[in-house]
């Protein structure tokens, strides 16, 4: 009689086990609500970005969150964290005084199984929630109207000036800080084939009570003297770098280069001994070696995917080719979490059915006995 209560009260625990294992399944039904990480700030310890936990979290609540470094709009970096509400941004990518920068993060609930401060597994996850951001660009762009006056803006720094037709306030400043060209192509460096003999690259913004402001489609006379890097080459092209390198009509003007470019944004200069092809005649492009002149070569899908034959021709990629294979869809986290958790119920299972034909082929030879 002990004996049979003994595994009596194993089998109702096993079967207890299950009740408590079954109804977490459904947890991602109650992490549905948004949650919005709170204060996303610089911490002041190097480039320790921190924020705090969602308001409407409980206190048993595990997080994963996702933070990026925006600068003039662009993602200059992305770095997730579990748990921990903090992230160190790399200093390659910091290095503008911190204020310039936007910092923007979200959350999704996660469902941890074991120790959050140690040894631990992701069961499952919920839906990404809303941006917070803080920064020049947290509550968006500012709009700029354009108007009959003409302005004139200098950045005192290095002399660089714009001349448009905009209605600034008297407070509007214009930012014209150098970005080391090493730091672009590191960043893409598919520009490199695109940007020859590329010099130097500037960061052209208008900002007004601290915030950038979103000029809109209003043509944009850039000023840029020559310093002593920039003489260093007889001929220059500024290229407007945006969703497409566009190279501009540049010229000279005493020490100072001269362009329109269609925005304000990140205006890389190109350098050569060579007088550059016109950007009217910029489709003639593969004439210009004969002729003794730089050009921009753009690459383009169709280029990129072609593979010399060593005999100067191009060939096209076989699709049936190594390269042209497509990499494996990879599974998704939560089809995932469902199948080892599936995988720990089913074993609980299994063990609780042995355990009760154990006993019944005990009890069973007992009797014989």
Request: net charge negative; glycine share 8%; aromatic share 6%.
């Amino acid at each position: 009689m002990k004996i049979r209560a003994t595994w009596k009260k194993r089998i109702w625990g096993m079967a207890l086990a299950l009740c408590i294992t079954l109804p977490a399944l459904a947890q991602p039904a109650l992490a549905a609500e948004e949650y919005i990480p709170g204060n996303p700030r610089w911490s002041g310890y190097k480039n320790q970005v921190q924020w705090d936990k969602p308001e409407n979290a409980g206190s048993s609540d595990s997080f994963e969150y996702e933070a990026h470094l925006l600068l003039e709009g662009e993602v200059l970096e992305n770095q997730t964290s579990e748990i921990q509400p903090y992230v160190f941004f790399s200093s390659d990518t910091v290095t503008l005084p911190q204020e310039e920068y936007t910092i923007r993060v979200r959350a999704r609930w996660i469902m941890i199984v074991g120790d959050p401060d140690g040894q631990y597994m992701v069961a499952d996850v919920g839906d990404w929630g809303p941006w917070a951001s803080s920064g020049p660009e947290a509550d968006g762009p500012a709009p700029a109207a354009a108007g009959s006056g003409k302005v004139e803006l200098t950045f005192p720094d290095n002399g660089v000036s714009v001349s448009l037709q905009a209605d600034l306030s008297e407070d509007a400043e214009l930012y014209a800080d150098t970005m080391a060209a090493e730091s672009l192509l590191s960043a893409d460096p598919g520009l490199e084939a695109q940007l020859p003999g590329l010099l130097s690259v500037y960061e052209i913004s208008i900002r007004q009570s601290g915030r950038r402001l979103e000029l809109g489609d209003i043509p944009i006379e850039i000023r840029i003297p020559l310093n002593d890097h920039l003489k260093s080459q007889s001929h220059h092209q500024a290229v407007y770098l945006g969703e497409e390198p566009e190279p501009l009509e540049t010229v000279s003007e005493g020490d100072a280069l001269i362009f329109e470019a269609p925005s304000l944004g990140r205006i890389a200069i190109l350098g050569s001994d060579k007088p550059f092809v016109p950007v009217a005649a910029s489709s003639d492009s593969p004439q210009s070696e004969a002729s003794g002149t730089a050009s921009m070569e753009s690459k383009t899908p169709e280029t990129s995917a072609q593979a010399s034959d060593g005999n100067g021709s191009e060939e096209p990629v076989s699709p049936d080719s190594p390269q042209a294979e497509e990499p494996e869809p990879e599974k998704d986290d939560g089809e995932t979490s469902y199948m080892a958790v599936g995988l720990i119920v089913a074993a609980a299972v299994a063990a609780g059915v042995t355990a009760f034909i154990l006993l019944a082929r005990r009890k069973k030879a007992s009797s014989h006995k």
